[in-house]
């Protein structure tokens, strides 16, 4: 263990060992049953679901197959780095031989843990992650040797001191307005910084062929997310969650490995396309999600509800750092110097990011104008702007967002919920009104 | 255009009770209100009966059954369902045409949609999942006021000001009730100040929808003309409240499946 | 240094030997690095496709410079020249002895002239060639008074800066290419580019324009005999000692000079010893073809060009000038190529800003549609890295005929 669970606990209340196993044991029944429920609910909403979803059902469980490799990784020697937030710049992770892992918990149960800590106006992700940590829940979060913390919104920052009790932690100072000279060159040197940090820690030089590899691997997979996101463009080939599922999964799977699964649902699903076989009825609602992110495994309530309403809802895009944000972008890098490939990659992440936790005068732009394109380009019906209670940077931004799309003439439906399963009947009326009113709009 | 007679019906499954209303040709034939209980399903299936048996039409001739409301899982026989929104919708435009923006507060939710011309539903909000915005907030404050509910309306009218309380949840609102009644405030005042603070939430939330004229009131708390009172000073304008605003949602249902039975017909 | 003692010709000839061996050896290198380093990254095609017709069209104005019909200064003449066939009559309403002025820097001194420098020009023809008559050579003569060349000199570049803007610059202006090759250098160090701030950035911009005033006005003052009647500056009558050597004011400092006469020299086609008989080491004393200075500026701009992408092409004099020409409002709607961006397309990412060679901002900075502005060089660069289909486009005549694509799917 790293020096730092010698240091006395600031936050965490020490907790009987009996108790942490017992609540553990539970949650971990419940999640597992749940992952199991979610993927048979996915299966029986569409009929003819991609035979090449197999392979990302399984990968989907978090105690499964993922999680054995990763042990049999380390115990080559390998280390395990996950991340909080998708500011983490992955590539250095890849180029120093090392496994990066998102560690951000979905788990609803784990939230009322972190009730005990920090009080319930906190977004629940934040409380989530600090509940499953302390009944060592995650175990990806367990198999860290250490963790990313990029400080982007107020619960990021707070989280990683909280986290420090347990975990060496890294935290990386975020700049909150990205469009100054000064903001991209403290955040570039962060990123060298978080460069030599890895370098010590894995004692693997991160070499200019090393990043570049890492780079081009990561091009690869957003090469293959950009094919699954064109196949999404046309008529609904592949149920919403699916395709969230399958984008999620990149955040723990091995990518190489990944990019080539999805590079075969790609092809399978090129194959349904000429066969004109859709995964549901054409006018279905073709709805956009934006807001926090939605995290597997136990927040996949809202997909559920709109994938499987009456009137039926598809998704066909989102806006989501768990979803489309995380590998829309490539690093661009136009002259392979260590210094260039550095700088691409700190710009990959600042400036490309569409995070509702930059500021500026025009008022976040880069998000809405990215959210207009994407509903020109996947035909959008309507969108569902999704918060948890406790996001105040989403909640505040919706306004902004509402107007925008209003003038395109777009209905947006605002939704805010919990880390909590007994909304979902509230939520069910809502999205169905939403749903009808859309196939409303699309009859008459 | 169709030859048989046109016979439909709509089942609002409310929090708190079950409307039924039939609708021959497109006029309404018969209504029907009961208590929903502890079996809904049953309550429903009783008061479709009853006003069935009013309008001495045989069950066998109904075309087309639609459910609305919270409990439409549990709505008997249903053909086909629309949400509560859609049903206002269609209702409150049949009912006033000249209707934009309608405000539904019901037992236990608060709704406000906005539709066009035709009832079509353009935009809704729902309240926060607190029924401080609707009507179980008078019957808890009636209690503590020891009036009746129908007293309510009548009494406050007769207030001379306003003394603000706190209307985010239904039991901070009653200790603050009983502060006003421990400061001797006088009934009417007190009964005012409670319709004045759900108006208050009511129309915070319609604001976020965007206010369209003509605003239209419905649900079983239209017929309380206290907090239409209440309603009209904070949105500033004059609400309009149909005939029997509580059977708009069954009206909605029953419109829709009119229609739906129509389009299967032709 | 050197002096012009004509006795010692042995000395010249060692040194146009290795000149000669320098430059040949360095133009093989170039041409086997650009192919090297296009089999090795084929993906960035539009880059290579950029070399490929900056090479091309450096030849064909190489060529046209070469094979002149005077043969000057090599002995005896070598013939029939492209220029004869294409402007040897009166095509273009007047005689063009000194070739067709193009916007790039494709010098006058060396040799015979289908194209030219259009800076030269406009120098020699305020002064010191106002009137018709004689030029420095004996058979170049004009029919026509200085303002009727101008004005077709003028003419010709207004409307191919408004056509086609700087496009001459990123694909067809030789020391362009030669920029590209200094950067190309610095690569195989694997050494990172240096950036200029932006404020220099604009900065330098406006000096631009302000060395091309000094240059016009320095050119009437010297020519103010022809023109006024009277002389500003002495000397400046035919055959006086300014006349003779700073007639052309810009070019005494112009980096292109010394570049073109030492390639041409090296490749065979000028006389080194007439060339260096004819240069002064003297800092102040002019020659005939290249003066100290111009030689101190092609290497600073040479260091310049290894450290900043496309150094000279952010002060350069005449990429100034059309953009002066392409930036206007009458023109600019004219104006045939054009860089269109489409704002919702983009997630503001920041790679186009990064990866332009003169470090032009507006792609980034500007809202969407016409992005394009004096100091871009039209190199498509963002274009072809911007990682978001459509968002960027060159659009000829309004139609977009290269557009940003995806560039991940051409990379599998």
Not at chain 1, 399 to 427: C, F, H, N, W
Not at chain 2, 88 to 106: E, F, H, M, N, Q
Request: one cysteine or more; proline letters at 5%.
């Amino acid at each position: 263990m790293t020096k730092k669970s010698i240091r006395e606990k600031m936050y965490v209340p020490e907790i009987p060992q009996k108790e942490i196993e017992k609540l553990r044991n539970s949650i971990k029944l419940s999640s597992k049953k749940a992952i199991a429920d979610h993927i048979q609910r996915m299966k029986k909403t569409s009929a003819n679901r991609p035979k090449t979803m197999k392979y990302f059902d399984e990968i989907a469980d978090l105690f499964g197959q993922r999680e054995k490799e990763l042990r049999a990784a380390k115990e080559e020697g390998k280390k395990v780095i996950g991340y909080l937030c998708t500011f983490a710049p992955i590539e250095l992770i890849l180029a120093a031989d090392a496994i990066p892992v998102r560690v951000s918990s979905g788990w609803y149960d784990a939230s009322k843990l972190g009730d005990r800590i920090v009080p319930v106006e906190v977004c629940p992700i934040i409380r989530s992650t600090i509940g499953a940590k302390m009944i060592d829940l995650s175990p990806y979060m367990e198999l860290s040797d250490a963790i990313i913390s990029p400080l982007t919104c107020d619960g990021m920052t707070k989280l990683s001191e909280i986290l420090s009790d347990y975990k060496q932690i890294w935290t990386m100072s975020f700049p909150r307005v990205k469009d100054t000279p000064s903001s991209l060159s403290s955040w570039t040197e962060e990123v060298k910084n978080m460069k030599e940090r890895i370098e010590e820690f894995t004692g693997n030089k991160i070499t200019g062929k090393k990043l570049r590899s890492a780079i081009e691997l990561m091009q690869r997979a957003t090469g293959a997310f950009r094919r699954l996101q064109d196949l999404r463009k046309g008529p609904p080939v592949i149920m919403g969650r699916d395709a969230m599922l399958v984008t999620q999964t990149s955040t723990w799977d091995d990518i190489k490995r990944w990019t080539e699964k999805t590079e075969a649902l790609c092809d399978e699903l090129e194959k349904k396309v000429r066969e004109k076989s859709w995964a549901c009825p054409q006018d279905t609602s073709r709805i956009l999600i934006t807001g926090t992110p939605m995290i597997w495994p136990d927040n996949w309530k809202l997909p559920a509800l709109i994938e499987e309403a009456s009137p039926q809802g598809v998704i066909v895009a989102d806006e989501l750092c768990s979803g489309d944000r995380l590998l829309n972008d490539p690093v661009g890098v136009d002259e392979w110097t260590m210094d260039d490939m550095l700088t691409a990659i700190s710009e990959r992440y600042l400036m490309a990011s569409t995070c509702p936790c930059f500021t500026s005068e025009d008022g976040n732009e880069d998000r809405i104008n990215w959210l207009l394109t994407k509903i020109k380009d996947f035909k959008i019906n309507g969108v569902i702007y999704y918060v948890v209670r406790g996001c105040m940077l989403y909640a505040m931004e919706y306004t902004r967002v509402k107007r925008a799309l209003e003038s395109m003439d777009i209905p947006i439906y605002y939704l805010d919920t919990e880390y909590t399963r007994e909304d979902v009947g509230q939520l069910k009326t809502r999205v169905e009104a939403f749903l009808e009113m859309l196939s409303a709009r699309i009859d008459f | 255009m169709t030859v048989s007679t046109l016979i439909t019906a709509g089942i609002d499954m409310g929090t708190q009770s079950v409307k039924v209303v039939i609708l021959k040709e497109g006029k309404i034939i018969s209504r029907n209100q009961a208590f929903s209980g502890f079996n809904p399903k049953e309550t429903a299936e009783k008061a479709l009966t009853d006003a069935l048996e009013n309008a001495n039409v045989p069950r066998t001739t109904i075309n087309h059954i639609t459910a609305t409301g919270s409990g439409v899982e549990m709505a008997p026989n249903s053909d086909s369902t629309i949400s509560m929104m859609g049903a206002d919708a269609k209702a409150g435009v049949y009912l006033i045409p000249s209707a934009r923006t309608i405000i539904d507060v019901g037992a236990e939710e608060a709704r406000g949609v906005k539709c066009d011309s035709k009832g079509r539903m353009l935009n809704f909000v729902v309240n926060e999942r607190c029924a401080a915005g609707a009507g179980a907030f008078i019957e808890a404050m009636a209690r503590a006021l020891e009036v009746e509910l129908d007293e309510m309306g009548p009494l406050s009218l007769k207030a001379e000001r306003a003394s603000p309380i706190n209307a985010s949840c239904v039991i901070f609102g009653e200790s603050d009730v009983v502060s006003l009644i421990h400061r001797q405030e006088s009934k009417p005042e007190i009964a005012r100040a409670i319709f004045d603070a759900m108006a208050d939430r009511v129309s915070s939330m319609v604001h976020r929808l965007g206010i369209s004229p003509d605003v239209v009131l419905i649900g079983g708390v239209a017929k309380d003309v206290g907090f239409v009172a209440s309603l009209n000073r904070t949105l500033g304008l004059e609400v309009l409240v149909p005939e029997n605003p509580e059977y708009t949602g069954a009206l909605g249902a029953a419109l829709v499946a009119n229609k739906r039975a129509g389009d299967t017909k032709n | 240094m050197l002096t012009c003692i004509q006795g010692e010709t042995k000395m010249y000839e060692t040194l146009a030997e290795i000149l000669r061996g320098t430059v040949t050896i360095g133009l093989v290198l170039a041409g086997l690095l650009a192919i090297l380093i296009w089999i090795k990254d084929k993906s960035t095609r539009i880059s290579y496709l950029r070399v490929f017709v900056q090479v091309v069209f450096t030849v064909l104005i190489f060529i046209g410079l070469v094979i002149g019909p005077f043969g000057l200064p090599q002995v005896p003449p070598v013939g029939n020249a492209p220029r004869d066939v294409l402007i040897g009559g009166s095509g273009f309403l007047t005689r063009v002895p000194d070739g067709i002025s193009i916007p790039v820097l494709a010098c006058y001194y060396p040799s015979g002239r289908t194209v030219t420098c259009a800076l030269w020009q406009i120098q020699a023809y305020i002064f010191p060639f106002w009137d018709p008559g004689a030029g420095f050579t004996f058979d170049v003569s004009y029919i026509n008074t200085g303002v009727q060349r101008l004005a077709v000199v003028f003419s010709v570049i207004i409307v191919m800066s408004i056509v086609l803007g700087r496009f001459f610059c990123g694909w067809i202006c030789p020391f362009g290419l030669y920029m590209d090759l200094m950067t190309r250098l610095r690569k195989i160090f694997k050494k990172r580019y240096l950036k200029l701030s932006d404020r220099t950035n604009t900065g330098l911009r406006q000096l631009r324009y302000i060395i091309i005033a000094v240059v016009l006005i320095l050119s009437v003052i010297l020519g103010s005999e022809a023109i006024f009647g009277t002389q500003l500056v002495q000397g400046t009558e035919r055959g006086g000692y300014v006349y003779s050597y700073f007639s052309a004011p810009y070019c005494q400092v112009c980096p292109m000079r010394p570049l073109c006469v030492l390639v041409l020299t090296g490749i065979g086609s000028m006389d080194a010893e007439y060339v260096l008989s004819t240069t002064t080491g003297a800092f102040y004393e002019a020659g005939y073809y290249l003066t100290s200075l111009n030689l101190i500026i092609l290497g600073l701009v040479t260091f310049g060009a290894l450290a900043f992408r496309r150094f000279w092409c952010r002060i350069c004099p005449l990429g100034a000038l059309i953009g002066l020409f392409n930036r206007f409002p009458p023109f600019k709607w004219f104006s045939a190529i054009r860089l269109n961006k489409v704002e919702e397309k983009c997630t503001k990412c920041g790679i186009c800003k990064r990866v332009c060679p003169p470090q032009i901002i507006e792609v980034y900075e500007e809202k969407g549609g016409d992005v394009t502005t004096s100091a871009c060089i039209l190199c498509l660069r963002c274009v072809e890295m911007c990682p978001y289909e459509d968002c960027l486009s060159l659009d000829l005549a309004g139609k977009p005929v290269f557009k940003s694509r995806d560039w991940l799917k051409e990379a599998d």
